[in-house]
């Protein structure tokens, strides 16, 4: 039986920041927190902050805009988060929301209804709560019957969500599932962090995933690839059990940490070794792949994984980059890249998509045209 990517859609937020929108915020910040610490900077019992530059961020990571939720209390520098309205429990969740949107598009383009789905996977970093789950307020506020659930693993709960409902479809569990990846990650990115205030971005995408289906936009999947390998270098220990560990509420560590270096000269070779191992299976010579959509979190990174698999230097066709406008959107920056530059794909030829992230984790999608 074939199982094939159908339709694909994105929701984008209305507001977004430059980076030297940012980089403003952030040196204001730092201007305020060194001079309201004077005395402790300089006995030596504080480190002064050190201020940001449009430079730095775009050479630590090829961004040079994102979208968000709300700009407002981003930059407001008494506040360096984002300001968002809670919601009644009447009220549609704003993830629910979010990938609502994304799914419209996806059911469009799939030519179906959403009541023929017959399930709804809701992968993402960061969960808005506990339960109800968020695949299950979408799947009621969209009328899909069948089941639905959320999933997290990080950065690669697209390609992980994308390969359960591929099995789902295999085994005659289900027909049709939708999967969705709302992220708002700028709720959990330390604003107040040089090293980190520039990485993510909000978006959300949706996948349609079908047997046997013949639109014009549709792709068979030729083979799924999961792994992970435990690892601290990418940590957020926000989590219900804070309050039963009198755990500080506002320590750093509540938010997204990362060892940027260590992060890079790990997860290059494993992504590049479980890709290239992935089409090894498939008796796929890398040479045969037209296009490499990987997750988006950092451009020198994406560039050398393609460099060591394809031997030699990318091109933007082979390679496309949408962190420039998106920033690191976690799960959902593998699936933008494959809904915006799919379309030039003719019969029969070959892609990847393939996130990475913490964990570590890593999954790969091989997709054909149909």
């Known amino acids: 039986m074939s199982v094939v990517i159908s339709g694909t859609g994105l929701f984008t937020p209305k507001e977004s920041i430059t980076n030297e929108e940012l980089v403003q915020s952030f040196n204001q910040?730092?201007?305020?927190?060194?001079?309201?610490?004077?005395d402790q900077i300089d006995s030596g019992a504080l480190d002064a902050l050190v201020p940001s530059s449009t430079e730095f961020i775009k050479k630590a990571s090829g961004i040079e805009q994102r979208y968000v939720q709300d700009k407002e209390g981003i930059l407001d520098v008494t506040r360096m988060r984002p300001r968002l309205k809670e919601r009644s429990?009447?009220?549609?969740?704003?993830?629910?929301?979010?990938?609502?949107?994304?799914a419209g598009e996806a059911i469009k383009q799939s030519g179906i209804d959403s009541s023929d789905i017959d399930a709804v996977i809701c992968g993402c970093?960061?969960?808005?709560?506990?339960?109800?789950?968020?695949?299950?307020?979408?799947?009621?506020?969209?009328?899909?019957?069948?089941?639905?659930?959320?999933?997290?693993?990080?950065?690669?709960?697209?390609?992980?969500?994308?390969?359960?409902?591929?099995n789902d479809i295999q085994s005659g569990i289900a027909?049709?599932?939708?999967?969705?990846?709302?992220?708002?990650?700028?709720?959990?990115l330390n604003f107040k962090d040089r090293d980190a205030h520039f990485i993510f971005g909000d978006a959300a995408t949706a996948v349609i995933l079908e047997k046997d289906s013949n639109t014009?936009?549709?792709?068979?999947?030729?083979?799924?690839?999961?792994?992970?390998?435990?690892?601290?270098?990418?940590?957020?220990?926000?989590?219900?059990?804070?309050?039963?560990?009198?755990?500080?509420?506002?320590?750093?560590?509540?938010?997204?940490?990362?060892?940027?270096?260590?992060?890079?000269k790990e997860v290059v070779p494993m992504v590049q070794t479980h890709i290239a191992n992935h089409l090894d299976n498939l008796d796929i010579d890398i040479q045969e792949v037209k296009r490499l959509w990987l997750h988006q979190a950092n451009l020198s990174m994406n560039q050398l994984i393609a460099k060591k698999l394809l031997g030699r230097?990318?091109?933007?066709?082979?390679?496309?980059?949408?962190?420039?406008?998106?920033?690191?959107?976690?799960?959902a920056g593998s699936i933008i890249a494959f809904h915006q530059t799919k379309d030039d794909f003719v019969s029969d030829e070959i892609g990847v998509i393939s996130s990475f992230g913490a964990g570590y984790s890593v999954g790969s999608v091989v997709l054909q045209k149909v």
């Open 89 to 102: 429990n009447s009220e549609v969740s704003i993830l629910a929301e979010m990938a609502i949107k994304a």
């Open 313 to 331: 230097d990318p091109d933007e066709q082979e390679m496309p980059i949408i962190l420039n406008d998106y920033a690191n959107t976690s799960s």
């Open 216 to 264: 014009q936009s549709a792709f068979t999947i030729l083979g799924t690839s999961l792994k992970t390998q435990f690892s601290n270098n990418i940590r957020n220990n926000f989590g219900f059990l804070n309050l039963p560990e009198n755990s500080d509420p506002n320590s750093p560590d509540k938010l997204f940490i990362q060892k940027g270096r260590s992060v890079f």
């Open 125 to 166: 970093s960061n969960l808005q709560r506990a339960y109800p789950a968020i695949a299950i307020e979408v799947q009621e506020q969209l009328g899909i019957s069948g089941y639905a659930y959320d999933m997290n693993v990080a950065c690669s709960s697209a390609t992980f969500s994308i390969q359960n409902a591929y």
């Open 29 to 38: 910040f730092v201007i305020n927190f060194n001079e309201e610490n004077r």
């Open 175 to 188: 027909n049709r599932v939708l999967v969705v990846n709302p992220e708002i990650c700028s709720g959990h």
